[in-house]
């Protein structure tokens, strides 16, 4: 069905916005926003009273707030840009979703924790299901079928704004749930306008467990043909290792970068982001946003102020990474 889908209006509204987003000339000199905040009151998900463990973005109207709009949401970010351009701020829609459920996400379920951590997770699999860069199961495929079809409801008959870029982590399974998401909303062999670019930052905390290993660029290529990758994209996964695991921390400070890259490079305003939950929590940490567990094929939009343009001095990291425990070299597991 493709874009025929939707009526020419909807069509003529998402270009008309996209090129009224913009971004102070000042974030572009190497001198991105060193502060971020999120916008409350539009999304049930910046309410500090909404229960994150029973939410469900889709049967809850993607979350926005009786009485709002998606009009207004825009309006507010395009209107804020305009007013606020001098002063050096940006504002942005993002919609940060979570691949679909994955075999990493049921793989431990099997196993103790002990057993899990010390001994399964640094394999490949277990000789039925693989977790290796993990694939999505039926389920997560499924989900993100779903977010799809909630998309496609949304964009035709509740005036959302289709993203204009598009950004995907590294991992199979935020590939494929890319895929499964925009492939019957967009056409995205229209490298242009809708495919999305691969980001190294967007992956999830990375090391010791085989899950968050990713494949080779070729991998990727040979796979998602039309995906786009960043210049600094390389071929083999030179972040991850055996020994250790990422910090919080660190991810924390990834999600900073990435912010502002989107920030200085892309003048943008509706952006799409397909990443992980660990990555997600560092994104709305660093925007100032309440935490919020999204779940698997879930997303969350949040509308997120950039300011304070200056020089990027990369913070002192000081949480030690999560080291592969040298007992667990000769453990044996129970079952
Ligand atoms: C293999 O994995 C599937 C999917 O998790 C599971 O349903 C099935 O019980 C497993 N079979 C064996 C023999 O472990
Ligand atoms: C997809 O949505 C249908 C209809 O609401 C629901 O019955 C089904 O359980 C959903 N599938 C998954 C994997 O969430
Ligand atoms: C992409 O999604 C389509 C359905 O829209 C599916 O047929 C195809 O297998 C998927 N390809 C990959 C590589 O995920
Ligand atoms: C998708 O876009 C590509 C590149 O612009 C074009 O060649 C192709 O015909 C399009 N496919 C559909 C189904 O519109």
Known sequence: MKLSYFTLSFFLTALASAKSGTSPDIF??????????SKKGFFKQSDDSTDETTFDVITENFGLEDGVTWDQ????????????????????LFFLGRHGEGYHNIAPLEYSTTDWTCYWQIRDGNGNISW???????????????????WQDQLAHNSAPLPQSYYVSPLRRTCQTFNYTWAPITNYSDVEKYAPTVK????????????????TKSFIH??????????????ADELWTKEQHESKQHR??????????????????VISVTT????????????????????????????????????????????????YS??????????
Not at 28 to 37: L, R
Request: proline share 5%; glycine share 6%; hydrophobic share 30%.
């Open 326 to 335: 040298s007992e667990c070299a000769t453990f044996n597991p129970s079952q």
């Open 73 to 92: 949401v825009i309006k507010y970010v395009n209107d804020k840009n305009k007013e606020h351009y001098d002063d050096g701020e940006a504002y942005k």
């Open 276 to 323: 992980h939950h660990g990555f997600i929590n560092s994104i709305l940490k660093t925007a100032n946003h309440r935490k919020f567990v999204v779940g698997t094929g879930q997303m969350i939009p949040v509308v997120i102020k950039a300011s304070a343009s200056k020089k990027f001095d990369t913070p002192t990291l000081t949480k030690p990474w999560v080291e």
């Open 200 to 215: 190294e930052l967007a992956r999830e905390t990375y090391g010791i467990g085989t899950e968050s290993e990713r494949h």
């Open 222 to 235: 040979s796979n998602w043909p039309q995906f786009v990758f960043e210049d600094v994209f390389t071929e």
């Open 252 to 269: 924390n400070y990834r999600a900073n970068v990435l912010l502002n890259d989107i920030f200085s490079n892309d003048p943008n305003t």
């Open 132 to 150: 290796f860069d993990a694939e999505l199961t039926d389920k997560g495929i499924g989900q993100a079928k779903n977010l799809s079809i909630a």
């Open 28 to 37: 572009k000199k190497d001198k991105p926003p060193s502060k971020y905040d």
